[in-house]
């Protein structure tokens, strides 16, 4: 059981907590996430490390309402246990001195981008963060991501915040400004494709984290296999950050559409 120490509304559907986890917090590096299970028949959820306080033993996860688990999740508060934390799992973000880098971040995948910004930046590249939203009200982690970059684009589906176009505009822009040496990639999984059909025609690498369903976390069950350059891959063990270029985004959207479908039955049920 893990505690949550403090909840944060970032906005409508959009929630941040600070959960107490002392021996994840301690070991957690870029890139690596947990799984999350609220009741004892609750389904496991993935989610990336946002942030990490190893002094206080906690971390930071952002989570959005997005289904049933999510929404369980949300509706817990501040002093309320969470049924199960296991982590840190995956593999940690390869860091190095690329040059200049572009990260991209789309809603909430703003948030696993955060600890990759810092260590990039700690790396010593030049870091331009490309942080979009439907609206305004989506962006998240704005501060944060300026104290870590060298510059921020926003970009906002309805301009009500920034420039108004779709994260690709304010990718390309920066690729069209300077040279781009690498790209990373967050977000939805129609956001990292686009993103990637446009890196690919500049040639520009691109890493994305891929935020499939998962069951055990172990590689055992295969919930979340994906196809990479042709080659099943687990996103739990393998991932969940990928050569972009590799993986096949069409097999992967219909899969997870697939679950959605099952999901929606599940509310209804729920509902009824
Ligand atoms: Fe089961 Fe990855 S979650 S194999």
Excluded at 132 to 158: H, N, P, Y
């Amino acid at each position: 059981m893990n505690k949550i120490i403090s909840k944060e509304h970032f906005s409508e559907k959009v929630f941040k907590l600070v959960i107490e986890a002392p021996l994840i917090a301690k070991s957690r590096k870029a890139g690596h996430f947990v799984i999350v299970r609220v009741g004892e028949k609750g389904e496991r959820m993935p989610l990336t490390i946002a942030a990490a306080d190893p002094v206080k033993g906690t971390i930071t996860l952002v989570v959005q309402e997005v289904g049933l688990s999510s929404t369980r999740l949300c509706e817990l508060n501040e002093g309320d246990y969470i049924t199960d934390v296991v982590g840190p799992l995956g593999k940690a973000t390869h860091i190095e001195n690329f040059g200049t880098v572009v990260c991209a971040g789309g809603g909430v995948g703003v948030a696993p981008m955060l600890p990759i910004v810092q260590a990039l930046k700690a790396a010593g590249n030049r870091v331009i963060t490309v942080l979009a939203g439907r609206t305004k009200d989506l962006i998240i982690l704005e501060k944060e991501m300026r104290e870590s970059s060298d510059e921020v684009i926003i970009m906002t589906d309805d301009g009500s915040y920034g420039k108004k176009g779709l994260v690709t505009e304010g990718v390309e822009e920066v690729i069209k400004r300077e040279k781009v040496d690498k790209c990373f990639a967050i977000g939805p999984a129609i956001m990292m494709k686009f993103i990637c059909l446009l890196t690919k025609k500049y040639e520009i690498p691109t890493d994305v984290s891929l935020n499939t369903i998962m069951v055990d976390g172990t590689g055992m069950c295969g919930a979340c296999r994906i196809t990479v350059g042709g080659k099943t891959r687990f996103v739990c063990v393998d991932g969940p950050e990928f050569d972009g270029h590799q993986v096949d985004f069409d097999e992967m959207l219909k899969r997870m559409g697939a679950f959605k479908d099952i999901e929606r039955e599940e509310i209804h049920k729920l509902d009824e």
